[in-house]
């Protein structure tokens, strides 16, 4: 058995991340959500020519009766504040650092994924795992929106409460969204108690 890859020409531009769902209002149809990224590496809608070159091309590959829609993911920045308190003998700063970096590189956006969800029991064996940490105080995903006025950053305008979207440990993203910490400095903020 051989299985054929196809790929879309680069021309036609760059899709960074694909998610598949069925459509609720059509059972021979799939939703197909899309998500490109910028020179920054950060995520951003995809072009409306992207989406129509990529519909033009699977047109060769689907049957007559199949639909296919292409949507753009809902791009959910997030970010995370922890509180933890330290053995003896260990700088906060050095704990905080350690801690932040271990999460920055969790959630790098290489490994999101539109529809993935967050285990949260994941962040925090990260936090737990870290020299010097002996407990966890607090651990809340948050939202960010708009231009936050703190740093002047500008992130997605989509809505999101991560409180309303906890469910048995894991915070999940609205269909067809793809989570994203997009300025890591700013966004997981460490103190300790």
């Given at each position: 058995?051989?299985?054929?890859?196809?790929?879309?020409?680069?021309?036609?531009?760059?899709?960074?991340?694909?998610?598949?769902?069925d459509?609720p209002?059509?059972?021979r149809?799939?939703?197909?959500?899309?998500?490109?990224?910028?020179?920054?590496?950060k995520?951003?809608?995809?072009?409306?020519?992207?989406?129509?070159?990529?519909?033009?091309?699977?047109?060769?590959?689907?049957?007559?009766?199949?639909?296919?829609?292409i949507?753009?993911?809902?791009?959910?920045?997030?970010?995370?504040?922890?509180?933890?308190?330290?053995?003896?003998?260990?700088?906060?700063?050095?704990?905080?650092?350690?801690i932040n970096?271990?999460?920055?590189?969790?959630?790098?956006?290489?490994?999101?994924?539109?529809?993935?969800?967050?285990?949260?029991?994941?962040?925090?064996?990260?936090?737990?795992?870290?020299?010097?940490v002996?407990?966890?105080?607090?651990?809340?995903?948050?939202s960010?929106?708009?231009?936050?006025?703190n740093?002047?950053?500008?992130?997605?305008?989509?809505?999101?409460?991560?409180v309303?979207?906890?469910?048995?440990?894991?915070?999940f993203?609205?269909?067809?969204?793809?989570?994203e910490?997009?300025?890591?400095n700013?966004?997981?903020i460490?103190?300790?108690?």
């Amino acid at each position: 058995l051989i299985a054929r890859v196809y790929t879309l020409p680069t021309q036609f531009g760059r899709i960074f991340r694909v998610g598949v769902a069925d459509n609720p209002n059509n059972p021979r149809g799939v939703l197909l959500y899309i998500v490109s990224r910028d020179r920054n590496r950060k995520l951003v809608l995809s072009p409306d020519t992207l989406k129509q070159n990529l519909d033009k091309y699977l047109n060769k590959f689907r049957l007559v009766s199949d639909a296919v829609d292409i949507l753009d993911a809902r791009i959910i920045n997030i970010g995370f504040e922890y509180t933890v308190t330290i053995e003896k003998g260990y700088r906060p700063e050095v704990v905080i650092t350690s801690i932040n970096n271990k999460l920055k590189d969790y959630f790098r956006i290489d490994k999101a994924q539109i529809n993935k969800p967050i285990p949260i029991g994941e962040v925090e064996n990260l936090i737990l795992n870290t020299a010097g940490v002996i407990s966890i105080v607090s651990n809340q995903p948050i939202s960010r929106t708009g231009n936050n006025t703190n740093n002047g950053n500008p992130y997605s305008s989509e809505g999101f409460n991560p409180v309303d979207n906890i469910d048995r440990g894991y915070l999940f993203p609205p269909d067809g969204g793809i989570f994203e910490v997009k300025f890591p400095n700013d966004d997981i903020i460490g103190r300790v108690i």
